[in-house]
Each structure stands twice: as C-alpha cells, then as structure tokens.
C-alpha cells in the first residue's frame, strides 16, 4: 500500500485514497504531524514520565517488623508510613542485614557484606577502618545521571578519615552523626567498647562540628533539614536524599529511649513505660515522613519522585539493646539470624510504579536497591559490574517474578554463625548470644487496641497524595492491603523445635515464617544443598576489614567529640586496605549455578 498521512503517527491508506491526494498536500499533511508529535513530545503533561526521577531514601534505624502499623499492629499507628504504603507496594518478602554497619554498606555499595569486608560487628568511634573508598556508593553513581545527592543523619560507614566520610563519599552535604547511635537531645555518643570506654559529642554539618544544635531533639533536626534540602533544591534537576534516621535506635546508657512528652502522650493508653515512650520516637518518626511528603508535594516535586523506606535490620526487642521494639509474630531480635532480626519493613512509593497498590511477596534484599534506583534513574544497570545486587526495577514495577531466588543473611566467622535461604528453604547455622535471643517477642499489639482509617486518611501524606490526584483507594481495598501484609503464624501440631546451639536448622519460611518447625531431619538433601551453597559463599568471602580499636580516638583528647583523629595525629593511620575481589562469585553468577536446582 501507498504511504497516505499520519494518525497519532504513521498508518497506511488505500490505493484509492492516495490518488486523491497531491504530492504537496501529502507533504503539508506530513509536516503537520510531525509538527504536532513534536510538540506533544515535548510540551505534553507526558513528558514528566521522561524526567529523572527524584528518589528519597529513608532508612529507619532498628525499628521491628511489627511497629509499622501497616503490618496489623494497631498499639502504636503510624498513618503517614501507611499511606504511603497503602499507595505504593509493601514489600512484604524483603531483607536486611542483622545490624546496621553491615546492611548499611549493602544498601550504599550493592555488594553483600562478606564482599565489603564489614560483616563482623559494627563500626564504632574509635575504629580505624571504614567501608573502602575504593567502593562506589549510591550517591557517586548517580551524581553520573546529573543528580544531586544529600545525607542527613546516620552514617555509621567510617570516620577515622575525612575521606570516608559522607561528603567524600558522592554527597554535596551532610547534617548528622557518624557513629552509630547518639542521645536523641545533646548529641553525645557513649560508646563503651574497650581500651577506649569513649563519650563525645558526635553532630556535624558537613566537616565541622555543630555544638548549636545540642539541646534540640534529633528526629526534629532532621526533619527539618531534609524539608529545606527539598524547599532550596531545583526541581528540574534530580534529588537523592538519603535521610538516615536515628529513630528508634536506644540512645545512650543514661537515657536510652527519648522523645518529647506530648509524643509519648498520645500513647497513654500503654501501659509498658518503655514502650509508650518507643511510641512517642516513633510516632515523631512518622512525622518526620509526613513532613518530608508534604514538602515534596508543595514543591511541586512528588509527582516525580520514588520514595524508599526501609529499616536497616530487625528490632530490638523486649530489653535487646535497652529497647522496646516489636518484630512480633516473628523469631529473634536485631543482631540475630530469626526472621525478626533480618525480614525488613518496606515499602516503595511511585507513580512510575506500573501496578499497585498492592503487597509484594518478591523476594528482595537491601543490597538491590543501588541496582534498582539506578535502574530507575535511567541508568543502565547491567553496566554495574561486581555487586551482588539484582536489579528489581521491572519486577517491582509490572509485578514481574523476582530475578532474584536466593540470598546469603550472613557468614560471620568469629561468632560461627551463618543463614542462606534458596527459594522457600532457610538454612541457619549457630546463634548469637548463646541463644538468649532465640524466642519470640511481643507485644503483638493486635487486641485491646482500634486501629483508624480517618487517621491515615487525615495525615499529611495522605493530603499530599490528595494533593497530586494521587488519592487513597476506599477502606476496603486498604483494609485488604493491611489484611496481605499482616503475618499470622499457627504452631504445627508435634512440630520440631530448632536448637541451634546443637543442630542446624531447616525451615521453609515461605509455610512458616515464624520459624517454629525445623525440618531438618525430613529433608537432608535440601540441608546438604543450602549448605553447599553457604560453602560456596564462604570460598568467595574476604577478609574482614575490622581492626583493633585505637586509643588516640578518644574523645578527651579532642575536646571531647569524636573526631577523624587519623587526620591529625602523628604518623596517621596507615593507608586504606585494599580489598580484594578476585576470586568472588557474586549474587548473579550463583543465581545462574542455582537456576536448575529444584528442592523438594
């Protein structure tokens, strides 16, 4: 057939047809399309779909499966993070590291912290070693895409250098702390770990030490620098702002759960002391959110932006840590191997999000998200070499299957730990503590207790979402999304408990998430394979990065903050180890090893 004229682009016309048409008339037709296309291209509401989109990444520090109300708690609401959640996809299948230097590193680097040399312990003041400059972060990589990169609050990656801090790391600024955890209104970190029983103010804006801001609580500091970052940035130019909250980490000895008494009052109803002021932390927690969201929205910059949030490990619970979290039906604590010390509360909020709202149940880990935020950058992720993250851009988006089916939780070799899980199996050998934090903790906070859907419907991100043409579904597609996201567990009838200081043990967390049957004896085969695949991870582990601590660190010798005393002292601290990455097998390559294995 002739070439005839165009349709919203190009079609086809008959014979009979064309010959009505003149040479020039059919070229006027053709330029007036194309005209037309071009304008639409450019000038059409569309065209927001072709920006880079604004990402904010919040990691919410040691807070339980069971505190974000979303997941069917209804003690403590949080009806900003539940609108976002009830808006977005609830990743309901996502996992974290045990504590937090180690997931940290995951989520910045992409690699498995068995691949960063930081998968024992944390990282604390007076360390002088850090994650490795020669990692490239998140941040540096899409400062590549013409993004501008922020950091507020934790950093917890390494400071006994300037050159390992944030702002040499891929961010333009930082307000926060580099250590691990703080008192939530002066600021000081007590960090206890001898030869170097150290306490010191630990608050910077950028390089220098920021003693004006002692006395003013920190989620509120944090809120609203991240609101300012939003109200002076561009918003034609893409934002990264990761926004690392110290809620609801303990903070020092002394005072280890804090927040302001008209927070904790909205919560009178607990009973518990220690949990009604958790309740107040994180209920300024989900503030915070709302206060961020809203900003974004009055910027006009929501509708072009992905919103994380995460927490960084499992909750403290019960006393763990002087804390009052909650990972409530699941097994163990922060710093344990259970599913309540590596299964995260998550959710990814988008309106580039191809489906949803909906609860996912694609397994994900937080080493994927540099991958997949720079994915959905507009970057090329298959151009990343050497990292363990999978890229879930697409799977997320079109709820597509996970690329992913496996995940190492960890391979501690001082502690002689370690988990993997393939497909629906977990394999877990050893235990933290000699398994004093082997049980299940509450509270459940699933009775005695009226969770409120007007509240989620009046908090500032539901407004914000109001705001965008963006609104919340009816109660009952929400109550549903809840209902998805809620875990319940029944004990089975003559299960096997697992004793982990005398066996391994087996489970298949996808039946029994709550980890209360071992099958270890019932199925070897599926022990012999997940063991050979924990083997196979420890072949291609580095050497740990930790050192011993350094007593010049101390903060009574720099005017008592902590400081990167590396900078300063005679003789330094030596050169930054290199480390060496030769002979490991990443996450994709073992996927592939795995791909035809079938457990049953």
């Known amino acids: 057939m002739p070439y005839c004229g165009l349709s919203g682009f190009f079609h086809l016309c008959s014979v009979e047809d064309s010959m009505n048409v003149t040479t020039r008339d059919r070229n006027n037709i053709i330029m007036k399309y194309f005209l037309s296309f071009i304008i639409l291209l450019f000038f059409s509401p569309h065209q927001i ?27 403590i609401p949080t009806p900003n993070i539940d609108s976002l959640a ?87 600024s930082h307000v926060g702390y580099w250590t ?34 002692y006395g003013e609580y920190a989620t509120d500091i944090f809120t609203k620098e991240a609101v300012k970052v939003i109200a002076n940035h561009d918003k034609d130019s893409p934002l990264f702002l990761y926004l690392a909250h110290l809620a609801v980490h303990s903070g020092n000895t002394y005072a280890p759960l804090q927040a302001p008494e008209d927070a904790i009052n909205k919560h009178s109803y607990i009973t518990d002391t220690n949990r009604r002021t958790f309740s107040g932390m994180l209920s300024k927690l989900d503030d915070s959110v709302g206060a961020v969201v809203e900003s974004l929205q009055k910027k006009g910059m929501l509708q072009d ?21 909650s990972n409530w039906p699941l097994r163990g604590v922060k710093d344990t191997l259970w599913e309540g010390g590596v299964r995260g509360a998550a959710l990814v909020w988008s309106p580039l999000l191809k489906t949803g709202p909906r609860v996912s149940d694609q397994m994900m880990n937080i080493q994927d998200w540099l991958p997949t935020l720079y994915s959905a950058a507009g970057g090329d992720s298959s151009k990343i070499e050497n990292i363990d993250g999978l890229d879930m851009w697409t799977a997320i988006s079109r709820n597509l299957p996970s690329p992913r089916n496996l995940m190492l939780h960890n391979i501690d070799e001082d502690r002689h730990i370690s988990a993997v899980r393939v497909g629906d199996w977990k394999l877990m050998k050893g235990t933290t503590y000699s398994g004093e934090w082997d049980s299940w903790y509450g509270p459940s906070g699933r009775d005695g207790y ?36 809620t875990v319940s567990c029944t004990k089975p009838a003559n299960s096997e408990p697992c004793k982990p200081l005398q066996q391994v043990c087996l489970f298949n967390v996808t039946a029994d998430p709550c980890e209360f049957e071992n099958l270890v004896f019932k199925f070897p085969d599926i022990v012999k394979t997940l063991d050979d695949t924990i083997d196979l991870y420890k072949s291609t582990a580095v050497p740990p990065r930790n050192k011993p601590l350094d ?25 930054d180890d290199i480390t060496d990455v030769t002979n490991v097998v990443w996450d994709p390559q073992i996927q592939n090893l795995m791909k035809d294995v079938v457990l049953h």
């Not at 955890?181 to 910077?204: C, I, K, T």
């Not at 932006?305 to 002087?322: K, L, Q, W």
């Not at 720099?558 to 900078?567: K, M, Q, V």
């Open 551 to 575: 007593p010049r660190a101390d903060p009574k010798y720099w005017d008592y903050a902590w400081t990167n005393w590396c900078d300063y002292v005679e003789d330094g601290c030596g050169e």
């Open 180 to 213: 691990g955890h703080e008192d939530y209104y002066d600021h000081s970190a007590q960090e206890l770990y001898p030869p170097v029983a150290g306490w010191g103010y630990d608050f910077r804006r950028n390089m220098s030490i920021a003693w004006d801001d």
């Open 450 to 485: 009226n969770y409120s859907m007007q509240d989620v419907r009046n908090s500032k991100v539901s407004k914000a979402l109001e705001g965008i043409e963006m609104p919340l579904h009816e109660d009952k597609v929400l109550e549903k999304l809840r209902s998805d996201a």
């Open 86 to 172: 009830y808006s977005g996809i609830i990743l309901n299948n996502y996992y974290v590291d045990a504590i937090c230097t180690p997931s940290r590193s995951a989520l910045m680097t992409g690699r498995h912290p068995i691949h960063t040399g930081l998968q024992e312990h944390v990282l604390v003041g007076a360390a002088p070693y850090a994650l490795s400059t020669k990692e490239k972060l998140i941040p540096e990589y899409l400062n590549t895409l013409g993004y501008n990169s922020h950091a507020i609050g934790k950093w917890h990656l390494g400071s006994h250098k300037r050159t390992v801090t944030p702002t040499f790391r891929g961010f333009k």
């Open 305 to 325: 932006s992905i919103i994380v949030f995460t927490s960084d490990n499992g909750g403290p619970a019960a006393g763990f840590n002087e804390n009052a979290a």
């Open 49 to 75: 779909s072709a920006k880079k989109p604004h990402i904010i990444l919040i990691v919410a520090d040691d807070l339980g499966w069971n505190d974000v109300s979303f997941h069917g708690s209804n003690q």
